[in-house]
């Protein structure tokens, strides 16, 4: 089975600063992984994903993720961000079939002025 | 292209009592997810439908949950009877067909059992 751990459950930052959202995965097989966005008052949106190929993602409003197989991890990163940022940011790993999902516990983003 | 409708949007309910909720799909999407997301913590797969067959439930409380997906477009997803633990937010998302893991989610229903 597989699992996602998002070390921080609350990332505070100032606006224009670079962010980077920590995720790492547990699994004996090989996986997909995805970053998913949820906006206050609103339904979780998809921000990138690492099917194959590059291990460097771009999703869109200049978000980032790059996959590390060695260390297991799909860290987020932003290089500078805005008041219009703030979400929560869920990281999550898939089979190979996509058969099965399974989501970290979400980290939340508190961009400031 | 319209989004994954649910309803309700939220729902109170006591213990012990039966709930249903209602999801609609993006059109032509094979897939369908029902996800619970409890207050902190991330969404949990509860069932996930290709077309109108089951491919996990794996995490479906099934001595009291139930799902179905007739026809292989709407689904609904029912607790009988329910528990205080099961309040949550229901979430339900749909896939195209060649969506390679891609997840369009509703809304979602807040259901709060007393």
């Known amino acids: 089975a597989q699992s996602v751990t998002q070390l921080d459950s609350q990332v505070p930052v100032f606006e224009e600063a670079p962010v980077e959202l920590r995720c790492n995965y547990s699994?004996?097989?090989?996986?997909?992984l995805f970053w998913y966005v949820q906006y206050p008052n609103q339904g979780l949106q998809l921000l990138l994903k690492y099917l194959s190929g590059s291990t460097l993602v771009k999703g869109i409003n200049g978000f980032e993720a790059e996959f590390n197989k060695s260390q297991t991890s799909f860290h987020l990163r932003k290089p500078s961000v805005h008041i219009s940022d703030t979400a929560e940011y869920f990281c999550a790993v898939s089979s190979y079939n996509f058969n099965k999902f399974y989501f970290g516990s979400g980290t939340k983003l508190n961009v400031k002025p | 292209e319209a989004g994954v409708a649910q309803s309700p949007r939220y729902k109170i309910i006591e213990k012990r009592q039966s709930v249903a909720f209602w999801c609609n799909p993006i059109?032509?999407?094979?897939?369908l997810y029902w996800y619970q997301q409890i207050l902190g913590q991330g969404p949990k797969l509860l069932i996930q439908?290709?077309?109108?067959?089951?491919?996990?439930d794996s995490q479906l409380p099934k001595d009291r949950f139930s799902a179905e997906r007739l026809k292989g477009v709407d689904s609904t997803l029912k607790i009988q009877p329910a528990k205080l633990e099961d309040s949550a937010v229901y979430l339900c998302?749909?896939?195209?067909?060649?969506?390679?893991?891609?997840?369009?989610f509703g809304p979602g229903t807040r259901l709060t059992v007393t």
């Open positions: 699994s004996s097989v090989s996986v997909y």
């Open positions: 059109s032509g999407h094979a897939t």
């Open positions: 998302a749909s896939s195209p067909p060649a969506g390679r893991g891609e997840q369009y």
């Open positions: 439908f290709q077309n109108n067959g089951v491919v996990d």
